[in-house]
Antibody
Framework: QVLLQQWGAGLLKPSETLSLTCAVN????????WGWIRQPPGGGLEWIGE???????NYNSSLKSRVTISPDKSHNQFSLNLTSVTAADTALYFC????????????????WGQGTPVTVSS | ETVLTQSPATLSLSPGERATLSCRAS??????LAWYQQRPGQAPKLLIY???KRATGIPARFTGSGSGTDFTLTISSLEPEDFAVYYC?????????FGQGTKVEI
């Protein structure tokens, strides 16, 4: 059974870069898509983006200019970088695995990390 | 962009009762819809995908139905652990957005 373990800095100042890492235990990056989702305090879920084991990415257009998701196959993990953060980026950030499918529309998130709270404050 | 609207925002029920949650899409999304459950302090958990297929290990009391623009998640008899927030998500069009959630409370 795959287990996702995530970590990263939890307190940032405005304009800094958010960096989070998600390790995949009990499984491989290969053959799956891997994503990041965030949840502001008391709010709903926002899809940030996805990556496959080859490095192919899809990003939410609302964040596209600031976000990078990259794989680290040697360590079986992937990461999220979000530049120029503001208070609006304060949220609980989740990494997740998408179900295997040849169809983009059926890649549902079937395994999730525990979440990393990130606060942006001066 | 497809917007998902969930109703009601809050559903107040008792254990053993039936829960009916709605998710409406602003345009047709075929059956490209999933339901997730999020308990307090936990990550979301996939319940239903492709509108009506139960994910691995999900009890039979959870049923998803619908296609096009109108979808329903039914919990036939609420167990104490079912009191949580439920989100729908579409992957028919870009971006793969979530609904705002329905809280099922006692």
């Amino acid at each position: 059974q795959v287990l996702l373990q995530q970590w990263g800095a939890g307190l940032l100042k405005p304009s800094e870069t958010l960096s989070l890492t998600c390790a995949v235990n009990g499984g491989s990056l290969s053959g799956y898509y891997w994503g990041w989702i965030r949840q502001p305090p008391g709010g709903g879920l926002e899809w940030i983006g996805e990556i496959n084991h080859s490095g192919g990415t899809n990003y939410n257009s609302s964040l596209k200019s600031r976000v990078t998701i990259s794989p680290d196959k040697s360590h079986n993990q992937f990461s999220l970088n979000l530049t120029s953060v503001t208070a609006a980026d304060t949220a609980l950030y989740f990494c997740a695995r998408a179900k295997q499918s040849t169809t983009w529309s059926r890649r549902w998130f079937d395994a999730w990390g525990q979440g990393t709270p990130v606060t942006v404050s001066s | 962009e497809t917007v998902l609207t969930q109703s009601p925002a809050t559903l107040s029920l008792s254990p053993g009762e039936r829960a009916t949650l709605s998710c409406r899409a602003s345009q047709s999304i075929s059956n490209y819809l999933a339901w997730y459950q999020q308990r307090p302090g936990q990550a979301p958990k996939l319940l239903i995908y492709d509108a009506s297929k139960r994910a691995t290990g999900i009890p039979a009391r959870f049923t998803g139905s619908g296609s096009g623009t109108d979808f329903t998640l039914t919990i036939s008899s609420l167990e104490p652990e079912d009191f949580a927030v439920y989100y729908c998500q579409q992957r028919s069009s870009w971006p793969p957005a979530f609904g705002q959630g329905t809280k099922v409370e006692i």
